[in-house]
């Protein structure tokens, strides 16, 4: 079914169904999972969220939030982070004063928008990430989130769609929060010394080849460890499980 052309009623019965697929769920990931699927069906392949703290601008973790999840391409996320995109994206500080959800083409065009943050757009457009909407998710006690939800086209997202996309994104925000004080309890003494090494230096940015060049051991050795930090982490992506870490605090900048 293409949602962008399909009746109120289809909406309806869709959402409900991911609202009862998500019932069933025993783990954030699969709930991201279930979220993923439903906005595919609204040509959104891309999706994100992540929380920060209250005073947090960019996405360094903030201490005994929920982990990180996204599915963006991972040439993009190495490349978001190697710039530092995360420190100036301009959907954090606008979603911040914000409740509703954001169409990044209205942030692009405010004149307050610096040249350095429409690069974050420009860039993202060259991985595929060409549209889309910020969704803020705030908290008690000053606590925040931001889910995103990106496509691969130039057109915008309609109005209908954005409602949707928001109530799934609270409905998962809200999932994800009975998780974070049982999930991952074991994880924080699973990763060796050797393991915690190689993942820090890939938070800060560093390649495989440059890690081991570092650390003083071979590529292979390198992406050996890292790829058990991936599975450790249960993520698909090096930045990803990066991200977890310092969510975590196993690992700090």
């Known amino acids: 079914m293409n949602f962008p052309e399909a009746s109120s009623e289809a909406f ?3 959402f409900a169904r991911f609202l009862d697929q998500t019932d069933g769920t025993g783990k954030p990931e699969q709930l991201f999972d279930l979220l993923s699927a439903f906005a595919l069906n609204f040509d959104c392949p891309w999706v994100a969220y992540s929380s920060l703290a209250p005073d947090q601008k960019g996405l360094k973790p903030a201490r005994g939030d929920p982990a990180v999840m996204l599915n963006y391409p991972d040439e993009w996320q190495e490349r978001y982070f190697e710039m530092g995109y ?3 994206d301009p959907t954090i500080k606008r979603s911040r004063r914000r409740a509703e959800a954001i169409r990044w083409s209205e942030v692009y065009n405010d004149e307050s928008t610096t040249e350095d943050e429409r690069r974050v757009f420009d860039e993202a457009a060259k991985f595929g990430l060409r549209s889309g909407i910020s969704v803020p998710l705030h ?3 000053g606590s925040f989130a931001i889910m995103n939800f990106a496509h691969p086209w130039d057109g915008e ?3 209908r769609t954005i409602t949707y996309l928001q109530l799934a994104a609270l409905h998962f925000h809200l999932r994800v929060a009975e998780f974070a004080n049982s999930s991952h309890i074991g994880e924080k003494s699973d990763l060796s010394p050797r393991e915690k090494e190689c993942i ?3 938070a800060k940015g560093k390649s495989s080849w440059e890690i081991g060049k570092i650390v003083g051991i071979s ?3 390198v992406n050996f460890h890292i790829k058990n930090v991936m599975r450790k982490m249960d993520t698909n992506s090096r930045t990803t499980a990066a991200i977890k870490a310092l969510k975590l605090q ?3 900048l």
């Open 139 to 141: 908290g008690p006690e």
């Open 219 to 221: 590529v292979n050795t």
């Open 86 to 88: 995360d420190r100036m």
């Open 200 to 202: 820090l230096w890939t």
């Open 12 to 14: 309806a019965v869709e």
């Open 157 to 159: 997202l309609r109005e």
């Open 250 to 252: 196993i690992i700090k």
